[in-house]
Each structure stands twice: as C-alpha cells, then as structure tokens.
T-cell receptor
Framework: GENVEQHPSTLSVQEGDSAVIKCTYSDSASNYFPWYKQELGKGPQLIIDIRSNVGEKKDQRIAVTLNKTAKHFSLHITETQPEDSAVYFCAASSKGQFYFGTGTSLTVIP | EAGVAQSPRYKIIEKRQSVAFWCNPISGHATLYWYQQILGQGPKLLIQFQNNGVVDDSQLPKDRFSAERLKGVDSTLKIQPAKLEDSAVYLC????????????FGPGTRLTVL
C-alpha cells in the first residue's frame, strides 16, 4: 500500500517568516494530495489540496507544490501568524484510500 | 451547512469493557470513513462506507471492532472488548461521493482505556 513520510515533525518559526513542510509518497497511482490543519481537541480541517494534473496551487498565504516524478509535495505558509500554530498533516489518496503523514507541529513565535 | 457530528466527545472505560461511537455525516454525503488517531500520529483508516456498503475494512481489527452504517446515513463504531492499545481519538469523516472528493472531519471521540 501507500507510504507517506512527512518532515519535519516539529517546526518553530518567528511570526512573519515562512514555513515549509515536505511529504513524500510511494505509490505512483496516488492522484489527490490534501493538507489538513488540526488544532488541539478538534478534527483535521482541510486547508488546501492538489491533484496530480497540477504542479502548484495557491490560496492567499498558503501554497502547495507537487513533483510527480520525485513523488513529493510540499506545503508553504508565508507571513506566518500565531494562529497558524497547529499540527499539519499531509495525505495521499491512492485507489480510493487516504494515507496520512505523521504530522508536523508548527509553532509560530510572536 | 452543518458539519460532521460525533458523540460522545470523550469516553473512559476499563479494559475488556465495550464502547460505541456514533457519527452523523454531512447531509447528502455518500462516503463515510472511520479513522483511528493515536497520540502523535496521523489518522489511520479503519473502515470506509459508500452509502450503506463497506468499501474497505482491511485495517479494521475485526475480532474486536465492528461498524455499521444505518440506512446509508448515520454510523456506529463498536469496540468489544477494549484493550489498552485502543486508547486513541476516533475520527469520522464524510465526502460527497468519490474517494477523491474532499473529506470533512468531525471533532472526534477521545477514548481512554484504563
């Protein structure tokens, strides 16, 4: 089955700086890659997603890039704010199933 | 639009007891998922329903876990008997139709097995 690896596991940045989280996947059949933000005591919330026919997608301060050849995709958050502090998960969808990374705990220091 | 509802939010039981979780997906969503999220890890799929049929339950420990989706809407997940290693957050998610559609998660049920 699919194997999704996510790095780093923890990330601290100063407010206003950028944050980058990277994921790799193993199954070349994976065709949908969502990113979720999970705050303490809540379920994951979709923040951005990308499909395999697109290389990059941007939504305000958040962007995702996908390199199908290398089988990796990344989340970029610019101008970070304290409210961006949370755990972020990447996921890959292969053959109708979702496989999640192990999560990145992002702390934005005011 | 109302989100995915789950209850209870928290449950504490002793090992070997049984427990049940309930999920009400977003209205009109045909696909429903149950995930197990152990502390510090990403969600792991337990079972996926399409309407009231099971699409994938390959990672469901069927000797102790069971799930059903009543009339293709609400769903219950049961553990009997519970083990210490079942302590986790159980997340329910739903999507409109296809597996590649956006999944919407509920708040989860935090289970502690003593």
């Amino acid at each position: 089955g699919e194997n999704v690896e996510q790095h780093p596991s923890t990330l601290s940045v100063q407010e206003g700086d950028s944050a980058v989280i990277k994921c790799t996947y193993s199954d070349s059949a994976s065709n949908y890659f969502p990113w979720y933000k999970q705050e303490l005591g809540k379920g994951p919330q979709l923040i951005i997603d990308i499909r395999s026919n697109v290389g990059e997608k941007k939504d305000q301060r958040i962007a995702v890039t996908l390199n199908k050849t290398a089988k990796h995709f990344s989340l970029h958050i610019t101008e970070t704010q304290p409210e961006d502090s949370a755990v972020y998960f990447c996921a890959a969808s292969s053959k109708g199933q979702f496989y999640f990374g192990t999560g990145t705990s992002l702390t934005v220091i005011p | 639009e109302a989100g995915v509802a789950q209850s209870p939010r928290y449950k504490i039981i002793e090992k070997r007891q049984s427990v049940a979780f309930w999920c009400n997906p977003i209205s009109g969503h045909a696909t429903l998922y149950w995930y197990q999220q152990i502390l510090g890890q990403g969600p792991k799929l337990l079972i996926q329903f399409q309407n009231n049929g099971v699409v994938d339950d390959s990672q469901l420990p069927k000797d102790r876990f069971s799930a059903e989706r009543l009339k293709g809407v609400d769903s219950t997940l049961k553990i009997q008997p519970a083990k210490l290693e079942d302590s986790a957050v159980y997340l329910c998610a739903s999507s409109l139709v296809l597996a590649s559609d956006t999944q919407y998660f509920g708040p989860g049920t935090r289970l502690t097995v003593l």
